[in-house]
């Protein structure tokens, strides 16, 4: 599984974008890459995936440059109920889509 | 997106006993869950995979005779705490993937909190 490194914590105001970027060096081919969200005594809930170049939904962007060594996960306008753990995952399409949570990045967002 | 479910939401026992957590997909079916564990402020960390119809598989460092687990059908998993203890209370989260959704995403229950007297 590949190893994901993001940072510890962000801080971040009412109303603005929050990119959170994510190394993953040791990405396969075959490996996509997922955010997910965690609110305290919750189980994650799905953000966002990609495999390359931009994936954007209602709630996110993913960007992914082409060696796909580092994914940043885009968060516009965030409000202070986006206050949460981000994590991001590496998970191969083979062996039964196991997943290895980092650390996990603590965004808070202030009023 | 697809939806996990978990049961019970919460459980207190007492030293010595076992819980049963039960995970089920709800409107998808899946021969795969995964079950994992979370201490306070600390992330995730996968337990096992369950395998419908066969035995699950256990990471590194995990009991399979302590933490039973069944996958009786496609969508409902359990996990057995056996002769429970303090040190096993914890954050309990299961996850599933949508066979037929065509995406590689996982869904995860709500998750069950585990309290040992």
């Known amino acids: 599984l590949a190893k994901t490194t993001q940072p510890i914590s962000m801080d971040s105001y009412e109303g603005q974008e929050v990119n959170i970027t994510c190394s993953h060096n040791n990405i396969a081919t075959n490996d996509y890459i997922t955010w997910y969200q965690q609110f305290p005594s919750q189980g994650p809930r799905f953000i966002i995936q990609g495999y390359k170049t931009k994936v954007t939904n209602e709630v996110a962007s993913l960007f992914i440059p082409a060696d796909r060594k580092s994914s940043t996960l885009s968060l516009p306008r965030v409000s202070l109920s986006d206050t949460a753990v981000y994590y991001c995952l590496v998970a191969l399409s083979s062996n039964d889509y196991k997943l290895s949570f980092g650390a996990g990045t603590t965004v808070t967002v202030r009023a | 997106g697809a939806v996990v479910s978990q049961h019970p939401s919460w459980v207190i026992c007492k030293s010595g006993t076992s819980v049963k957590i039960e995970c089920r997909s709800l409107d998808f079916q899946a021969t795969t869950m995964f079950w994992y564990r979370q201490f306070p402020k600390q992330s995730l960390m996968l337990m096992a995979t369950?395998?419908?119809?066969?035995?699950?598989?256990?990471e590194q460092g995990v009991e399979k005779d302590k933490f039973l687990i069944n996958h009786a059908s496609l969508t409902l998993s359990t996990l057995t705490v056996t002769s429970a203890h303090p040190e096993d209370s914890s954050f309990y989260i299961c996850?599933?993937?949508?066979?037929?959704?065509?995406?590689?995403?996982?869904?995860f229950g709500p998750g069950t909190r585990l309290t040992v007297l």
């Open positions: 996850s599933a993937r949508d066979l037929a959704g065509g995406g590689n995403e996982q869904f």
């Open positions: 369950s395998n419908e119809g066969s035995k699950a598989t256990y």
